[in-house]
């Protein structure tokens, strides 16, 4: 199926901002609607955004909303997760996930992308 591999994390300080991106290969990448995750010891996997195919439906989690903007660019395989106004609670590691069209399914996932957030 379709490899997912992030980019951009790294190491910032409450209110910065940083961009994940994930690429993709191996499949038709406009085929597959699109999640990032994060993940912390000691917490639930949760889902943090989501995108359809194109760059018309988007989810975000209610602790995100407002901070954070999925989009993709299918020309180039990849999805981004623009992340800004960043707080503590937002450190995790940070995995973008590809879901099987017609189903509720992520497949696919990412290495993951640790975000470290510090005041």
């Known amino acids: 199926q379709v490899q997912l591999v992030e980019s951009g994390g790294g190491l910032v300080q409450t209110g910065g901002s940083l961009r994940l991106s994930c690429v993709a290969s191996g499949g038709t990448f406009s085929s597959y609607p699109m999640g990032w995750f994060r993940h912390t010891p000691g917490k639930e996997r949760e889902l943090v955004a989501s995108?359809?195919?194109?760059?018309?439906?988007?989810y975000y989690a209610d602790s995100v909303k407002g901070r954070f903007t999925i989009s993709r660019d299918n020309t180039v395989n990849t999805v981004y997760l623009q992340m800004n106004s960043l707080k503590l609670e937002d450190t995790a590691i940070y995995y973008c996930?590809?879901?099987?069209?017609?189903?509720?399914?992520?497949?696919?996932w990412g290495q993951g992308t640790q975000v470290t957030v510090s005041s």
């Open positions: 996930a590809a879901r099987q069209r017609f189903t509720t399914e992520y497949r696919s």
């Open positions: 995108i359809g195919r194109y760059n018309n439906t988007t």
